[in-house]
């Protein structure tokens, strides 16, 4: 355990440290003199806890709190101070202070800050060990669905071709079928590469740092045109827009922007299917456009509760069964996001339950996508 000590008295500087030194004297002990070099501190090393005194030149235990939240950096800080005013407390906990200590020091109160974030890393620890026993539910469910996903169009597609032998119905729609159902299978297909390249490297030490690189590897960037990614993904698509009825309007004319042309159909795929299968309208409509620097996807669908905004992007995770909704294994969303993220863009969701949901991303922000909108 670090231990930062943020005071611009060196006698309370001293005093704290010898209080803490009192619980566990292996406790590591750094200073800071007042609040702008225990700003950098903090942002610049990996502390067990802060003591922070408020009332300091420079900066004031507030605005070094107030700047950590704007750096996201979430280090647990004790406030110490001489007078807890109500107005200190409110803006302090609103800031995410841990807790508060008064001068003069009282080895109790002290003692029992170090007790609250033992208390809070334990926790944490059994938190990380309840999500990785999630994770390895999720990734039975995750073969089980696959078999599933690669089965059920397999039998489509034999069903169809023996129809086509025999020419008892129109052939074109039923190849548009067979071709639609070739898509889901290759979709499943790169899902179990990308997922079986990712647990192989994991399982080995030296490798487990080369996720990450690859999770970040440099992307073929070419000026693309959204029209034509957007007409191919509704053409993989015409066999079930056409036997649920789904009405698709373009608004307006989309732009073409730097981006990898076969990551944006993953994109369009993944959310255009969400909006077909997650719709029980009797006139079901998906509407796509461009405004405001964002592509979007509206459909007049189930909808979402806010609750699950976030939820819904988290891998393998499904909010209805199976037989409810059919469908995959609930990484679409997943893999749209990383997608859009390797893309320095963005993705988030405006939805009301029985009114439907409409779906935002950014591709990028940078100049070169800026000239080429304008």
């Not at 390895?136 to 129809?163: C, D, F, H, W």
Request: net charge positive; proline share 3%; with cysteine.
């Amino acid at each position: 355990m670090n231990i930062l000590i943020v005071d611009d008295n060196k006698s309370n500087r001293e005093l704290l440290a010898f209080i803490i030194k009192k619980y566990d004297p292996s406790i590591a002990i750094d200073f800071a003199v007042d609040g702008e070099e225990g700003l950098i501190k903090i942002l610049r090393s990996n502390y067990t806890l802060v003591f922070l005194d408020h009332d300091m030149p420079n900066k004031t235990g507030i605005q070094v709190l107030t700047e950590l939240k704007e750096e996201k950096n979430h280090t647990p800080v004790v406030m110490v101070t001489i007078h807890e005013s109500v107005k200190l407390t409110i803006s302090a906990i609103k800031l995410g202070v841990l807790d508060f200590i008064n001068k003069p020091f009282v080895k109790r109160e002290i003692h029992g800050s170090i007790d609250k974030i033992k208390d809070l890393k334990k926790r944490n620890q059994l938190e990380v060990r309840s999500m990785l026993e999630n994770k390895l539910r999720n990734i039975s469910t995750l073969v089980e669905n696959i078999g599933q996903n690669l089965t059920a169009p397999l039998v489509t597609i034999y069903s169809v071709l023996t129809k086509i032998r025999q020419n008892s119905v129109n052939d074109k729609e039923l190849l548009d079928t067979v071709f639609e159902e070739l898509y889901k299978i290759s979709r499943t297909a790169d899902l179990c590469k990308n997922y079986q390249k990712n647990v192989g490297m994991a399982s080995q030490p030296k490798q487990k740092g080369k996720i990450a690189k690859a999770n970040k590897s440099t992307l073929s960037f070419d000026k693309t045109n959204f029209n034509s990614i957007l007409d191919k993904v509704i053409k993989t698509k015409e066999a079930k827009i056409k036997k649920r009825g789904v009405q698709i309007k373009k608004i307006g004319t989309l732009p073409a922007l730097l981006c990898e042309a076969p990551q944006m159909e993953k994109i369009f795929d993944n959310l255009i299917s969400n909006a077909i299968q997650f719709n029980i309208n009797p006139k079901p409509k998906i509407e796509i456009g461009y405004q405001n620097d964002a592509f979007y996807i509206k459909d007049n669908g189930i909808g979402i509760e806010e609750e699950d905004f976030e939820k819904i992007f988290d891998i393998f995770v499904r909010l209805h069964k199976k037989s409810e909704f059919e469908g995959g294994t609930g990484a679409g969303l997943t893999i749209a996001k990383k997608l859009i993220l390797k893309h320095n863009g963005k993705i988030w969701l405006e939805s009301e339950l029985t009114k439907g949901t409409t779906f935002f991303f950014t591709i990028g922000s940078g100049k070169k996508n800026r000239k080429m909108k304008s």
